[in-house]
């Protein structure tokens, strides 16, 4: 099952106490997935389409409920894809054209709204269910194992704008971009795609998306942990090979036991113990030395060995 699929199937058992919220909801799923037939003499018939059964009964469930309205569902299965399509149509009958009106698809001279109307998202619990509604019809996630990214699909400008607005109302990071003849607002990062969830009431699907953030994150900072490490040893080794050759030069140009004691004894020091890091050579020395007298000590047997023609 599909991350959005679970979103989905969530938020469609979720019914709001207030029929304004009901109605909100209504709207957006029948805007995003919905289609109107202007039959003639003003009468309208809608059809609305999902791939997700929850969805479709929550369809029926809320025409039914708030304006008893007569419908017919199909369900149809795709050859290619291999699932069901759930129709649900919704004839012209007496009380349609009201019920159009009340719910934002007919804006009161009875013509087609293009966007959404102010009245059904005055309050924020409204706008909360108008954006729950709208991901139920057009909304979509991808797996957060993968990488953060929500989506609202929809081939109406003025639709997107109006829920770019909304979603930014409740200050969630959002923009807006178009693909060919489709507009889609979308959330690139996981706090902000958590903050949404959230709004929307989809805290089941939330905590499932936290534990992922938090394997991932972890995943993340052990992969940097160990990166570094490994640039750390890297830069030891390098460092170690160098000091070596300068020893070697200098005791066949010189000889070890011709040079000052302190460097006499980081040389033999390093011959001794090749993998050793400079706080681990300074704690070898007799007395223990700071790591800032091994680096001084280092940079005067580098300085004699350049001079004697290295």
Do not use: W
Request: glycine fraction near 6%; proline fraction near 3%.
């Amino acid at each position: 099952m599909s991350f959005s699929t679970q979103i989905k199937n969530e938020l469609a058992r979720i019914y709001p106490n207030g029929k304004c919220c009901r109605m909100a909801e209504l709207s957006a799923l029948l805007k995003l997935d919905g289609s109107f037939h202007i039959l003639g003499k003003g009468k309208f018939a809608i059809h609305a389409s999902t791939e997700n059964a929850a969805v479709a009964r929550k369809i029926v469930k809320l025409t039914s409920e708030l304006f008893n309205l007569k419908h017919e569902v199909l369900v149809r299965r795709s050859v290619l894809r291999k699932n069901n399509n759930y129709v649900i149509y919704i004839p012209s009958q007496s009380h349609l054209n009201q019920t159009l009106n009340e719910i934002g698809i007919l804006d009161d001279k009875m013509i087609i709204a293009p966007g959404i109307v102010p009245r059904l998202v005055r309050k924020d619990c409204c706008a909360a269910s108008y954006l729950r509604g709208a991901f139920m019809g057009g909304g979509s996630m991808g797996n957060p194992a993968k990488g953060y990214h929500f989506e609202l699909d929809t081939d109406n400008e003025q639709l997107a704008l109006d829920l770019l607005s909304l979603c930014k109302r409740f200050k969630l990071s959002v923009k807006l971009s178009s693909r060919k003849k489709n507009y889609l607002i979308y959330i690139k990062d996981g706090e902000g795609i958590v903050n949404l969830l959230a709004l929307i009431g989809a805290h089941k699907t939330l905590l499932n998306l936290e534990d992922l953030r938090i394997v991932k994150d972890m995943r993340n900072k052990v992969n940097r942990l160990v990166n570094c490490d490994t640039a750390n040893i890297d830069k030891t080794v390098k460092a170690a090979l160098l000091q070596l050759k300068d020893i070697a030069f200098l005791d066949e140009e010189v000889g070890l036991s011709r040079l000052p004691g302190s460097l006499q004894e980081v040389a033999c020091k390093r011959l001794q113990f090749p993998q050793a890091n400079v706080r681990e050579l300074g704690e070898l020395c007799e007395p223990p030395l700071s790591k800032s007298a091994i680096y001084h000590r280092i940079r005067r047997i580098r300085k004699l060995s350049e001079k004697l023609g290295r």
